[in-house]
């Protein structure tokens, strides 16, 4: 009993000890030239009429022309055809083990084709779907081939956003001279355990080389970027999707400093990109 007790003991010093060394040298640990611009609604696979159309460029250039300065797009990367494909759904296998990605089109719908239409001053957070199932050596090729097409479009390197929850391999990334999303799911505010959740967290994002972290908000009324949340991580950049689209909500969220991203509704096509932090509208 006394062992048990001294461990439970020793867990709950350490725990807060590592809190304590973290909250202090956090400042020193956050990137500067994280999105930071008024417009903080970002459109999420675009502006859409049918699920179908969801990641097309159809949509995608759509919510470019309707004012929204950045998208969230969902691709895999294909070692195979050295191809980033645009899709949400996981691809199918067939019996000799090949890759069948949804179609846009009636075609594949790459990186590099949306980048060689909209490329243009525009932002993008690139959720990458299969980030933690590729090997090493398909890892160092994707990150070849990423340099590769964006390196064709002045700035564009510096407004992509890589979007996975493999801490270790979006450290590859961002030692590549990408910014990368750390993205988690904290627990919801009615957790005895939210603080200790959101606080681990925390500590890998300290730990690792990533640019920002990137959440769901939850729901209205049991958030998951509750008030303790958004505590625990100050001072952090956040990208933060799934949020209501509740107008008083989002007014509230777009003047905080350290949310730099939103991303309204969950599989909704919605425009709210007029709501913004930008000083016309205060």
Same mark, same amino acid.
């Given at each position: 009993?006394?062992?048990?007790?001294?461990?439970?003991?020793?867990?709950? &010093?350490?725990?807060?000890?590592?809190?304590?060394?973290?909250?202090?040298?956090?400042?020193?640990?956050?990137?500067?030239?994280?999105?930071?611009?008024?417009?903080?609604?970002?459109?999420?696979?675009?502006?859409?009429?049918?699920?179908?159309?969801?990641?097309?460029?159809?949509?995608?250039?759509?919510?470019?022309?309707?004012?929204?300065?950045?998208?969230?797009?969902?691709?895999?990367?294909?070692?195979?055809?050295?191809?980033?494909?645009?899709?949400?759904?996981?691809?199918?296998?067939?019996?000799?083990?090949?890759?069948?990605?949804?179609?846009?089109?009636?075609?594949?719908?790459?990186?590099?084709?949306?980048?060689?239409?909209?490329?243009?001053?525009?932002?993008?957070? &690139?959720?990458?779907?299969?980030?933690?199932?590729?090997?090493?050596?398909?890892?160092?090729?994707?990150?070849?081939?990423?340099?590769?097409?964006?390196?064709?479009?002045?700035?564009?390197?510096?407004? $992509?956003? &890589?979007?996975?929850?493999?801490?270790?391999?979006?450290?590859?990334?961002?030692?590549?001279?990408?910014?990368?999303?750390?993205?988690?799911?904290?627990?919801?505010?009615?957790?005895?355990?939210?603080?200790?959740?959101?606080?681990?967290?925390?500590?890998?994002?300290?730990?690792?080389?990533?640019?920002?972290?990137?959440?769901?908000?939850?729901?209205?009324?049991?958030?998951?970027?509750?008030?303790?949340?958004?505590?625990?991580?100050?001072?952090?950049? $956040?990208?933060?999707?799934?949020?209501?689209?509740?107008?008083?909500?989002?007014?509230?969220?777009?003047? &905080?400093?350290?949310?730099?991203?939103?991303?309204?509704?969950?599989?909704?096509?919605?425009?709210?990109?007029? $709501?913004?932090?930008?000083?016309?509208?205060?």
């Amino acid at each position: 009993m006394k062992k048990f007790l001294f461990v439970i003991v020793f867990f709950v &010093l350490f725990y807060n000890l590592l809190i304590l060394y973290v909250d202090n040298n956090l400042i020193n640990r956050i990137p500067s030239k994280t999105y930071s611009n008024c417009n903080k609604v970002w459109s999420s696979r675009g502006l859409y009429k049918t699920h179908s159309n969801q990641n097309s460029c159809e949509s995608l250039s759509r919510a470019f022309e309707k004012g929204f300065y950045g998208v969230e797009v969902d691709f895999y990367y294909d070692d195979t055809l050295n191809k980033f494909i645009i899709s949400h759904a996981k691809p199918k296998r067939d019996k000799e083990g090949h890759l069948h990605y949804a179609l846009k089109d009636g075609k594949l719908f790459t990186l590099e084709e949306l980048f060689s239409i909209t490329a243009e001053q525009h932002y993008f957070w &690139l959720d990458y779907k299969n980030l933690d199932r590729l090997s090493n050596s398909e890892t160092q090729n994707a990150i070849k081939r990423l340099n590769i097409i964006t390196k064709e479009h002045i700035g564009l390197k510096e407004r $992509i956003y &890589l979007e996975g929850s493999t801490p270790n391999n979006l450290e590859l990334y961002t030692n590549a001279g990408f910014k990368t999303l750390f993205a988690f799911q904290p627990l919801k505010s009615d957790s005895p355990f939210s603080s200790i959740s959101s606080n681990i967290y925390k500590i890998t994002y300290y730990f690792y080389n990533i640019t920002a972290v990137a959440l769901p908000y939850g729901p209205l009324e049991n958030p998951k970027y509750s008030h303790l949340t958004q505590k625990n991580l100050q001072g952090i950049p $956040i990208f933060l999707f799934h949020v209501p689209d509740n107008e008083v909500l989002l007014r509230e969220l777009v003047k &905080l400093k350290d949310i730099r991203v939103m991303l309204v509704g969950r599989d909704q096509s919605i425009n709210r990109s007029n $709501i913004t932090n930008c000083s016309k509208e205060n």
